[in-house]
């Protein structure tokens, strides 16, 4: 018989399986896993996933994190100070970290600054300072620079405390904390007792002029009657009470 007569019924028989396998396939599915259930149904809550949008983003953040660290602000008294050779400042400058950077101030009273170089600085307030060398940036470097200057060390850190205390005299002012006029009288003894505590004053040398500040410590000794910082180089004298 010839081999085509033979291949003929093969090949039927072979076409009726493909096709009752299909039909098998179509009727009958394959069961898929169940989906996996959250163990802990707290964690993909909706306030979960608004965690990061509620993070405020008004102020900058560290830049050390690929974000931009704050400018602080002066002390209340630190701008005053008058800056002297000797002096280390450290600059911030905003959004603009290659210029942040620590320096002394030479003999010359000079300090020297990222772009602008030698700078004279001695003799100037600190605030008086950090607004010259915004200026300066400002002028030729930076479009509306915001600057932070602030005193590292002191070359001296030196108070005079005279007149109706207890141990009058100099006294060095410890690392770069600012100092209360009660701590400072406090460290000259306290009051003696005639001491006129509403009458104490504070000299002061400021942009090269020396200010008298009168200052009434008995209403500091309030806690709501605010406080009042001295700065290296004042020169504190507590009156007499005459009744």
């Known amino acids: 018989m010839p081999l085509i007569f033979l291949l003929v019924p093969f090949c039927t028989l072979f076409a009726l399986l493909m096709v009752s396998s299909s039909a098998l396939l179509k009727a009958a599915p394959p069961d898929l896993p169940a989906p996996l ?5 707290t964690s993909a809550s909706p306030g979960a996933f ?19 660290a704050p400018i602080p602000t002066l002390m209340a008294g630190e701008g005053d100070y008058v800056l002297a050779p000797g002096d ?4 911030m400058v905003y959004r603009e970290p290659d210029l942040s950077m ?36 400002d002028a ?19 108070i005079t405390v005279i007149g109706q205390v207890t141990r009058p005299g100099s006294y060095e002012l410890a690392g770069s904390e600012s100092l209360g006029i009660l701590e400072a009288v406090g460290m000259a003894g306290g009051f003696t007792r005639i001491a006129d505590t509403k009458n104490v004053t504070i000299k002061r ?32 004298t507590v ?5």
């Open 37 to 41: 259930t959250q163990s802990d149904p």
């Open 50 to 68: 608004r965690q990061e949008a509620d993070v405020p983003r008004s102020a900058p953040l560290d830049r050390s994190g690929g974000y931009e």
């Open 88 to 91: 280390t400042l450290d600059l």
């Open 102 to 137: 620590r320096s002394k101030i030479a003999r010359d009273g000079r300090v020297q600054l990222p772009l602008l170089g030698e700078v004279k600085v001695a003799g100037l307030s600190v605030r008086d300072a950090q607004e010259q060398i915004r200026k300066l940036y």
């Open 140 to 158: 030729d470097y930076l479009v509306d620079p915001q600057i932070y200057l602030n005193i590292a060390s002191y070359t001296q850190r030196k």
């Open 205 to 236: 040398k400021t942009a090269g002029k020396v200010e008298t500040i009168k200052v009434n410590t008995k209403r500091l000794e309030d806690p709501q009657g605010g406080s009042f910082q001295v700065l290296p180089g004042d020169i504190i």
């Open 239 to 243: 009156g007499e009470s005459w009744y």
